[in-house]
């Protein structure tokens, strides 16, 4: 998407060679009104399936899955990265291994929120290795529910994460997907 | 705000004693028209006032955050819980004491997003002891910048925190606030 990639290159900023800061209009200041633009897009590309949840994992993808479940006109659920005290009953749930902090989580979500008859779309702000999409499927298949696709705002191509799940069968659509970066400059796929 | 008062008695259920679960419409399945409901009020109580940010906290304040954002047309900031990797430069930060998860934590913000300039509306879905609003109105304070108000989905008013953050001048607006609750009922304040 023209206006994502004009986005990154103008406040983007690619720090020690892997890692994109746009904290300026995605993931700690958001620009809302562009994220509902994005979102529009999204809607776009999967307005022919019958989306009933919109499923997101805390903190960073929950503005971006917010903006999309208003589009489809259904609930957003954002799986939390630990049990806490205000989940209870039967909780469905996924390790999940984090490249950006090193470290290893449950992505969990109570079992109420995601039935058989759900028709999922996975949403998140990026998506690199592809570990917290291939825990969040999880989550929808454990559920007995069906996988629509997955919508992501930023990819970054070179990791790989994106390809090894489209090779699966799932379809994954991102508006800007990063070819390579670095400090001199970012490259997006054609 | 009757609708939320009334939704509350529909969905929510209390947990022994204390916790009051709505996980079935504001935070773990939300319900993105009804937040945006919620923000519509939002905006009719502070649009006199020239609000130049939203501010919140991860996770859950950021959809209801994301909500009154659009609503303002100004960008959403959200504090987070640790400094991860990809917070550079300088950071605004507060300690917080979680009275629900029994723990410490720092609330930290980029010093990039908030500015002398601003004038920064405070939101979260719950407002209990006041400890998280109290550590926002920190860093608001400790950028140079202007604290509006605070605006809250949910406040427990039998815990306090929002009547001494309002006894110390600061504008707190909740859509609803809870008087007192059981497992056998939920009574608002009139």
Sequence with gaps: ?????????????????????????????????????????????FSDLPVTKVLTIEASGIAFGFAVS??????????????????DGAVLFAPIHSFTHGNDYNATVSAEYIKPEDNVLIVDD???????????IKIVND???????????????FQGGGDRLRSEGIRVESLAIIESMSESGITFRR
């Design 1 to 45: 998407m023209r206006a994502l990639e004009e986005r990154i290159q103008r406040d983007g900023r690619v720090l020690g060679g892997d890692i994109l800061q746009v904290g300026g209009f995605i993931n700690q200041q958001i620009d809302t009104s562009f994220t509902l633009e994005l979102a529009r897009e999204v809607f776009s590309l």
């Design 70 to 87: 208003l589009q489809f006109g259904v609930p957003l659920v954002f799986a939390k990265k630990s049990r806490t005290s205000n989940v």
């Design 126 to 136: 990026f998506l690199a290795n592809g570990e917290a999409l291939r825990g969040l």
């Design 143 to 157: 559920a007995g529910a069906s996988v629509v696709g997955a919508a992501v705002e930023i990819e970054k191509g």
